[in-house]
């Protein structure tokens, strides 16, 4: 009965399933990309000054200090700046506004899954663009279609996952000019790479920059996203998201977040060094690791008797927690965060021990 009053599309949909979340001390989580370090000092003075305050009032409906905090950080105006509760709050605001019923969105494949999935919630369809295997975009993915089909959005993560691999920035400026549409680079793990967008967002209106601070500024758990996109386009997306989309004390730590490069910079330096170490012990373990340019690796064994799944789970099973992804014709392979030296040595070494049974 219950199900008959919903929408026939909504129950043929497969969910978005996230990275598997353990209760605290059943494993060590390298599987969802989380930063391993506490966030800035600063953050947690705001979140109390802000808590202190007190919460009996509405936060800033555009998360204003932030939008100011941010463009002296990444020399833009604030009127370039839409805040979001985490970066996916921003993708729906972007799939909702851009793509209508029927119309269709492009994709990378394999990337990150939920962009499917908010397309078919619009009851729009999804052109899945494969990587090339040196993980490069054919010249197609910056061209529209020639059967009449619309599209109408296209989403570029860059850098990319499960590849932490990335795009240049004169390929996706070449993909903006030929695309009939916006394309949003989703650069959740920018902060990670050697360079990044946001000054391409200036170059072509059609370019927008999603970031977000789960990653980076290690606060995956107060959900709070920013796009960076033309003025005009900002306003118009406003009216899409919720009132107050982002409250007083996610605005406060956010903002205190973006103020403290310092900390950024210092946390930056430990990720990429312990990438460093992952990805050689890694290959020397015999798996082909593409340069990544974000804080986890891809991992694909090239032995076809050697189980990504099965490694897995004799990993899980001894209480470390990486993230197994299989995609079908595009391969399988295993999703390495980058976690302490600590954490990654001692999962290295109980993989060695995989290989040595």
């Given at each position: 009965?219950?199900?008959?009053?919903?929408?026939?599309?909504?129950?043929?949909?497969?969910?978005?399933?996230?990275?598997?979340?353990?209760?605290?001390?059943?494993?060590?989580?390298?599987?969802?990309?989380?930063?391993?370090?506490?966030?800035?000092d600063?953050?947690?003075?705001?979140?109390?000054?802000?808590?202190?305050?007190?919460?009996?009032?509405?936060?800033?409906?555009?998360?204003?200090p932030?939008?100011?905090?941010?463009?002296?950080?990444?020399?833009?105006?604030?009127?370039?700046?839409?805040?979001?509760?985490?970066?996916?709050?921003?993708?729906?605001?972007l799939?909702?506004?851009?793509?209508?019923?029927?119309?269709?969105?492009?994709?990378?494949?394999?990337?990150?899954?939920?962009?499917?999935?908010?397309?078919?919630?619009q009851?729009?369809?999804?052109?899945?663009?494969?990587?090339?295997?040196?993980?490069?975009?054919?010249e197609?993915?910056?061209?529209?279609?020639?059967?009449?089909?619309?599209?109408?959005?296209?989403?570029?993560?860059?850098?990319?996952?499960?590849?932490?691999?990335?795009?240049?920035?004169?390929?996706?400026?070449?993909?903006?000019?030929?695309?009939?549409?916006?394309?949003?680079?989703?650069?959740?793990?920018?902060?990670?790479?050697?360079?990044?967008?946001?000054?391409?967002?200036?170059k072509?209106?059609?370019?927008?920059?999603?970031?977000?601070?789960?990653?980076?500024?290690?606060?995956?758990?107060?959900?709070?996203?920013?796009?960076?996109?033309?003025?005009?386009?900002?306003?118009?997306?406003?009216?899409?998201?919720?009132?107050?989309?982002?409250?007083?004390?996610?605005?406060?730590?956010?903002?205190?977040a973006?103020?403290?490069?310092?900390?950024r910079?210092?946390?930056?330096?430990?990720?990429?060094?312990?990438?460093?170490?992952?990805?050689?012990?890694?290959?020397?373990?015999?798996?082909?690791?593409?340069?990544?340019?974000?804080?986890?690796?891809?991992?694909?064994?090239?032995?076809?008797?050697?189980?990504?799944?099965?490694?897995?789970?004799?990993?899980?099973?001894?209480?470390?927690?990486?993230?197994?992804?299989?995609?079908?014709?595009?391969?399988?392979?295993?999703?390495?965060?980058?976690?302490?030296?600590?954490?990654?040595?001692?999962?290295?070494?109980?993989?060695?021990?995989?290989?040595?049974?």
């Amino acid at each position: 009965m219950i199900h008959s009053l919903l929408r026939p599309d909504l129950l043929a949909l497969p969910g978005y399933v996230p990275g598997e979340q353990p209760r605290a001390g059943e494993a060590v989580k390298l599987n969802t990309n989380e930063n391993p370090y506490r966030a800035s000092d600063k953050v947690y003075e705001a979140i109390k000054a802000a808590a202190d305050r007190g919460l009996s009032r509405y936060p800033n409906a555009m998360a204003q200090p932030f939008r100011e905090a941010a463009a002296e950080v990444y020399g833009v105006s604030p009127e370039m700046i839409l805040c979001g509760n985490g970066s996916d709050d921003l993708l729906t605001i972007l799939t909702r506004s851009f793509l209508d019923r029927g119309q269709w969105l492009r994709l990378a494949k394999p990337s990150y899954i939920l962009y499917k999935t908010l397309a078919l919630l619009q009851g729009g369809h999804a052109d899945e663009v494969r990587f090339l295997p040196d993980w490069t975009l054919p010249e197609s993915f910056g061209q529209g279609f020639d059967d009449g089909r619309q599209l109408k959005l296209v989403y570029l993560p860059n850098p990319n996952s499960p590849s932490g691999t990335v795009l240049s920035k004169e390929t996706i400026l070449r993909f903006a000019e030929t695309l009939p549409c916006p394309i949003v680079v989703d650069e959740a793990y920018a902060d990670f790479a050697e360079e990044n967008c946001i000054d391409l967002v200036k170059k072509n209106a059609k370019i927008m920059v999603l970031r977000t601070l789960s990653k980076s500024y290690a606060l995956a758990g107060l959900r709070f996203g920013f796009l960076f996109a033309d003025p005009a386009i900002i306003e118009q997306l406003a009216k899409m998201k919720d009132s107050y989309n982002c409250d007083a004390i996610a605005i406060a730590a956010a903002t205190a977040a973006v103020r403290d490069q310092d900390w950024r910079q210092a946390n930056r330096a430990k990720i990429l060094a312990t990438r460093r170490r992952l990805t050689e012990r890694m290959r020397q373990l015999g798996f082909t690791v593409p340069e990544s340019h974000a804080n986890f690796t891809w991992n694909v064994h090239p032995d076809a008797g050697v189980s990504h799944k099965e490694i897995y789970l004799y990993l899980k099973e001894r209480g470390w927690l990486v993230r197994y992804m299989d995609y079908g014709q595009c391969g399988d392979g295993l999703r390495i965060s980058v976690g302490t030296d600590e954490q990654n040595d001692a999962m290295l070494d109980c993989l060695e021990k995989y290989f040595k049974k």
